[in-house]
């Protein structure tokens, strides 16, 4: 069974700080998702990768097969980023997937 | 477009009652799912299902039932409710099986007294 871990569990920043939050996996994956999870309970989707980088606004996301590990950034925090960030490995497809516990995120203006 | 509807939001059981969750998605999604999210644990995934008339088990699926007559519904059912049901269920959808863009409903939070 793949294990799914994440770290910091929380964290918190000031307003327009850099944050970096990071999700590491234990067997090979086909591809890595990280989720947000908003106060009120709802998830969204932010990013699905199997290799490289991605970037979505002020969000960039990061993945390094070899060494079997992920990063979410965030530049210039906002309150508005509060929440909770999960990451999801898939080891082919969604049956297979293992999530991570979530990383607790709290911006402070 | 809806995306995935979920419903009901919230709900009170009693040990042994049953209840239906259900779920609907309106983007035509092969794939559909139901995780459980407790306190201290990721996700996990109870059922799933590849498209209509099919079904599998996920990590976790004693106690529940599914099934998927349709493309847009994937209902799940707790035949006979145990407070370790306790939870809050979300449903998924993707298109396709793979590892396309998983869309969540908002989530249903039961109680099981």
């Known amino acids: 069974k793949n294990e799914v871990e994440q770290s910091p569990q929380n964290l918190t920043a000031q307003e327009g700080e850099f944050i970096t939050i990071n999700c590491s996996y234990s067997?090979?994956?086909?591809?890595l998702h990280w989720l947000q999870q908003h106060p009120g309970g709802g998830i969204v989707s932010l990013f699905m990768l199997s290799s490289g980088k991605k970037k979505h606004g002020r969000l960039i996301a990061t993945i390094n097969i070899q060494e079997k590990h992920s990063s979410l950034h965030i530049t210039a925090s906002h309150p508005r980023d509060s929440a909770v960030y999960i990451c999801a490995a898939l080891a082919g497809g969604y049956q297979k997937v293992t999530f991570g516990i979530g990383t607790k995120l709290q911006v402070i203006p | 477009n809806a995306g995935v509807t979920q419903t009901p939001k919230f709900q009170v059981l009693k040990t042994g009652q049953s209840m239906t969750l259900q779920c609907a998605q309106d983007?035509?999604?092969?794939?559909m799912s139901w995780y459980r999210q407790d306190p201290g644990m990721g996700l996990r995934l109870i059922h799933y299902?590849?498209?209509?008339?099919?079904?599998d088990q996920g990590e976790v699926p004693n106690g529940y039932n599914v099934s998927r007559s349709t493309t847009e519904d994937f209902p799940l059912r707790l035949l006979s409710a145990a407070p370790s049901q306790t939870s809050v269920y979300f449903c998924a959808s993707s298109y396709g099986t793979g590892a396309g863009e998983l869309f969540f409903g908002e989530g249903s939070r039961l109680t099981v007294l």
């Open positions: 067997v090979g994956i086909s591809a």
């Open positions: 983007m035509n999604h092969e794939y």
């Open positions: 299902s590849v498209g209509a008339g099919i079904t």
